[in-house]
């Protein structure tokens, strides 16, 4: 055969043996996977690029007869409906008898399972063929990442039966995991709405099945059926002045804080106690779900081997003091949630290990971000940044340091 001519030459090429395949389901995880290239290589708005490659590519084989190009046609259109001209793909004199079960499937199940740290959520959902001949009963798995309010990964296989049962005794045998019946629409609500995000990274994750899978499971949640408030819920407001007081009050009052020998802090150690208090919930407000209580080794990592460094200056006595206020906070917040020994243990030997690492990058400085880079300096020359005339004159002085910083 000639080199493809076009990206729709390319894709026709590359089906060119979907009237082989024994079911709709091989033919639907087939064009999914196909339409994963158009999906993987989108700058911006995947979602659209796909649906609107789709749209080019039946106008650009509208007229192409060969069973292979109208079946492929047929698959397309049902894997991305919206498409413009999915309406008027019809099938072909020699489409195998599968086609007729192309999308015809009803959901059979869906659950919910997870991280009680509250990192990560799986949503798994299960759907049969409403003719067997259309293939087996298979499962979709989507992954939602918290901390970084993504579907990182998504995956469509089976038997749905046994992944289901590996999925139960998975979470059956750690007591950090739970496993729960889903209602649908918040299924598919959650599931997309996170998907949404994903699909407008200028990067994906790097590992999994969320290109090749990613028009199948958009088929397949468009089947659940809708919440009764499609926007999902609202991001949490960020704690009042007098929230965030309250909450250090009662904190400090707990066992946890006389556990680390917080509740006895005075003189200059204090203001170090209370300004990194203000930096955990100032991270937590960063979330989605601005929950000053979800601590996890995970978050913990992100707040004091990066997130600290970019946003913070700390002086020595903040550094020494900060793990220290970590920890503490992280078991008080672990207790407030009735979370299990184990995982409040797991969190604070996690932290434990990383501060040696926070200390190095403290050190180094290599984390910081241009402008935490400038207020650093600025207080380490001595100036008063309350001083406008101090801090005008600084600037004038340290003015190429900082364009170059910029750059």
């Not at 100032?282 to 601590?295: I, Y």
Request: charged share 25%.
């Amino acid at each position: 055969m000639a080199t493809p001519q076009t990206p729709y030459d390319a894709v026709l090429h590359a089906a060119r043996d979907v009237t082989k395949l024994e079911s709709a389901l091989d033919a639907e995880m087939l064009g999914s996977a196909l339409l994963g290239s158009v999906y993987a290589i989108a700058e911006t708005d995947r979602d659209a690029a796909v649906r609107e490659f789709v749209t080019g590519f039946l106008a650009a084989t509208a007229r192409r007869r060969i069973a292979a190009a109208t079946t492929i046609r047929q698959v397309f259109a049902t894997l991305v409906p919206t498409a413009e001209g999915t309406d008027r793909v019809r099938p072909g004199s020699q489409a195998p008898t599968w086609t007729a079960q192309l999308g015809r499937v009803h959901l059979t199940g869906t659950w919910a399972y997870g991280d009680v740290y509250g990192d990560q959520t799986s949503y798994l959902a299960t759907f049969a063929y409403d003719d067997e001949s259309g293939g087996s009963e298979h499962a979709l798995v989507a992954l939602v990442d918290h901390n970084i309010g993504i579907t990182k990964d998504i995956f469509v296989g089976g038997p749905a039966e046994r992944i289901l049962d590996q999925v139960r005794q998975m979470c059956a045998d750690d007591e950090l995991t739970w496993f729960r019946t889903e209602d649908p629409a918040r299924f598919r609500g959650e599931v997309a709405r996170h998907l949404a995000v994903t699909d407008d990274l200028s990067e994906l994750p790097g590992e999994g099945s969320l290109s090749t899978d990613r028009a199948l499971v958009g088929a397949r949640l468009a089947i659940l059926p809708t919440a009764a408030d499609p926007t999902g819920p609202a991001e949490a407001e960020p704690l009042s002045a007098a929230e965030r007081t309250d909450l250090v009050r009662r904190f400090l009052a707990a066992p946890e804080a006389a556990r680390f020998g917080l509740d006895a802090v005075d003189g200059p150690e204090l203001a170090s106690l209370h300004f990194c208090l203000s930096l955990l919930l100032d991270h937590s407000a960063s979330f989605p779900d601005a929950d000053p209580m979800r601590w996890s080794p995970a978050v913990s990592g992100l707040f004091l081997l990066d997130w600290v460094h970019r946003r913070a200056v700390l002086d020595m006595d903040d550094a020494a003091m900060l793990p220290r206020v970590l920890r503490a906070w992280a078991r008080y917040a672990s207790r407030q949630r009735g979370l299990p020994e184990a995982a409040a243990t797991r969190t604070d030997e996690a932290i434990e290990e990383m501060v040696p690492e926070f200390a190095r990058l403290y050190s180094t400085g290599e984390r910081r971000s241009a402008a935490t880079a400038a207020v650093a300096q600025l207080m380490a020359d001595g100036v008063d940044p309350d001083d406008p005339a101090a801090l005008d004159a600084w600037i004038e002085a340290n003015r190429h340091r900082l364009a170059d910083d910029g750059a």
